[in-house]
């Protein structure tokens, strides 16, 4: 079993729709909960972040983690045309210095 | 936000050429830095981790003679692809963090193509 499971997708949704990408993970001493985006021939940018467990929202952004299931969500509300990209979920046990434990991408498609 | 600087974005060379690729944190001093190589429609891999002042922390299977990292400043890492064929190219993509603490930031990555 992988350390950190990401559907990869693609996954399509008509502008406006509610997008859930998850993640699930194994490694319980995982607390440090990282979304980022990523467009075609760009580095990842930060989306969200949380320590822990719990919700964390960001405009059109709710990030939840629980750390009891091992499972982590990104939600997208209103979903635009310029969402489409990749997102990577990534977590670290430690801090800054720790490497990150990253998933493989859900692509994602937002359709006008 | 912060903000990491990765450079050049984009590389052609011929075999056998070295290649340097630049990362910097502008606004902030990171004492740690993470390179990583992307292949198409895959996630990231740790190539190596850079550690201002100490050598690097190479990854299992990545050659250290090949890929020369320098952290000499708390701003300024470094990786240098030595003799480069085609097989190394690659997206490299390199991540800091302020004061070791989370989240790491990505530069824009450097696309390198090896003819």
């Known amino acids: 079993q992988k350390e950190v499971e990401q559907d990869p997708g693609p996954l399509s949704v008509p502008e406006g729709a509610i997008v859930s990408l998850n993640c699930t993970y194994s490694n319980s001493a995982f607390q440090y909960f990282m979304w980022y985006r990523q467009y075609s021939r760009k580095g990842p940018e930060l989306l969200m972040y949380t320590y822990s467990s719990g919700n964390k929202e960001d405009g059109r952004f709710t990030a939840q983690v629980d750390k009891s299931s091992k499972y982590i969500s990104l939600f997208i509300r209103d979903s635009q045309p310029s969402d489409s990209a990749t997102y990577l979920c990534?977590?670290?046990?430690?801090?800054?210095?720790?490497?990150?434990?990253f998933g493989k991408g859900t692509k994602l498609s937002v359709i006008p | 936000g912060a903000v990491v600087s990765q450079h050049p974005s984009r590389v052609i060379c011929k075999s056998g050429t070295s290649v340097k690729i630049e990362c910097r944190s502008l606004d902030f001093q990171a004492t740690t830095m993470f390179w990583y190589r992307q292949f198409p429609k895959q996630s990231l891999m740790l190539m190596a981790t850079?550690?201002?002042?100490?050598?690097?922390?190479?990854e299992q299977g990545v050659e250290k003679d090949k890929f020369l990292i320098n952290h000499a400043s708390l701003t300024l890492s470094t990786l240098t692809v030595t003799s480069a064929h085609p097989e190394d190219s690659s997206f490299y993509i390199c991540?800091?963090?302020?004061?070791?603490?989370?989240?790491?930031?990505f530069g824009d990555g450097t696309r390198l193509s090896i003819l």
């Open positions: 991540s800091a963090s302020y004061a070791g603490r989370q989240p790491q930031h």
């Open positions: 990534a977590m670290s046990a430690g801090a800054g210095s720790y490497q990150l434990t």
């Open positions: 850079s550690n201002e002042g100490s050598k690097a922390t190479y």
